[in-house]
């Protein structure tokens, strides 16, 4: 369900972006924007990785430094029958983890020290095999491809608001101007929103491909509970904002925007979806 639901969010978006070039220059804009989305896309794809651990202030540990981290680390990746990604540590304080990388083959996860503090062996393993879900599903490309395309539908809106748009300056009509002044203005927000959908729902899975990896979806379902806990205004976090939809919780503290405009699910709602694999019931999908 949760793999359909991404799938069906994907194409959305790649419609979306391709009919907004289509709108703001007709044929011509439309193959602009697909390129641009190629080109987008590419960056992504080949440097992602090196951006969200700069932003993260993250050094690579070796299994002298953190020899628990490696074990861990090793066993999850027989399990999942990946490649061992490289393994980092961020002096963030603020308790958090995630994985990055444009293939298991060229994967990383990174712990902060915070979370390195927090939480004992068992609730380790959970946010790790967690991360493990999103490597072996590829998740990180898929975010990243979609955080590109709404990002260029965000670009190619703006730039046409800026020069008022060769379509619209061509429109047969009022009718056809204004709805290519709607589109220009809500594009950006309707790829926003399915932006944080696919984050959404690939959470989900992740959190259910690491419960059913370790048979422990309580060990996942307590670690959430304490790094929800932890989250705090005051708290001096290092992430990058632009990078929070990597993070198994959203890094950023404060007020919690409302459902539709998050990276990430409600933490009370991914903890009750666990505690349900956990108490017996059906794995959610």
Not at 7 to 21: E, K, N, Q, S
Not at 119 to 126: A, I, K, M, P, T
Not at 242 to 255: C, E, Q, T
């Amino acid at each position: 369900m949760n793999l359909l639901k991404t799938v069906f969010l994907m194409t959305l978006l790649t419609l979306l972006l391709i009919g907004v070039g289509r709108f703001v220059a007709g044929q011509t804009g439309m193959l602009i924007a697909f390129t641009l989305a190629l080109m987008m896309n590419g960056a992504a794809y080949w440097f992602s990785d090196r951006f969200a651990l700069a932003a993260a202030s993250a050094r690579q540990v070796s299994p002298l430094e953190d020899p628990v981290l490696h074990r861990l680390a090793d066993r999850l990746a027989l399990q999942y029958g990946v490649a061992k990604p490289r393994v980092y540590r961020s002096p963030d304080p603020g308790p958090n983890a995630f994985a990055t990388g444009r293939s298991p083959e060229h994967a990383a996860i990174c712990v902060t020290d915070g979370l390195r503090s927090l939480l004992d062996e068992r609730e380790l393993l959970g946010v790790l095999a967690h991360e493990f879900g999103h490597v072996t599903s590829r998740d990180i490309l898929i975010s990243s491809a979609v955080a590109v395309m709404a990002g260029a539908i965000t670009l190619i809106a703006n730039l046409a608001q800026w020069i008022g748009g060769s379509r619209r300056d061509r429109a047969s009509g009022p009718g056809e101007a204004a709805v290519i002044a709607i589109m220009i203005l809500l594009a950006p927000l309707a790829a926003t929103l399915i932006r944080l959908a696919v984050s959404r729902t690939r959470e989900y899975q992740a959190d259910r491909m690491g419960a059913l990896a370790t048979g422990d979806p309580m060990g996942l379902a307590s670690a959430l509970r304490k790094l929800g806990s932890a989250r705090r205004p005051g708290l001096r976090a290092v992430a990058n904002p632009a990078f929070a939809h990597l993070y198994i919780v959203n890094p950023l503290a404060g007020a919690e925007l409302a459902t539709l405009f998050s990276t990430h699910p409600p933490l009370e709602q991914r903890i009750r979806r666990l505690e349900t694999i956990g108490l017996g019931g059906l794995p959610y999908a």
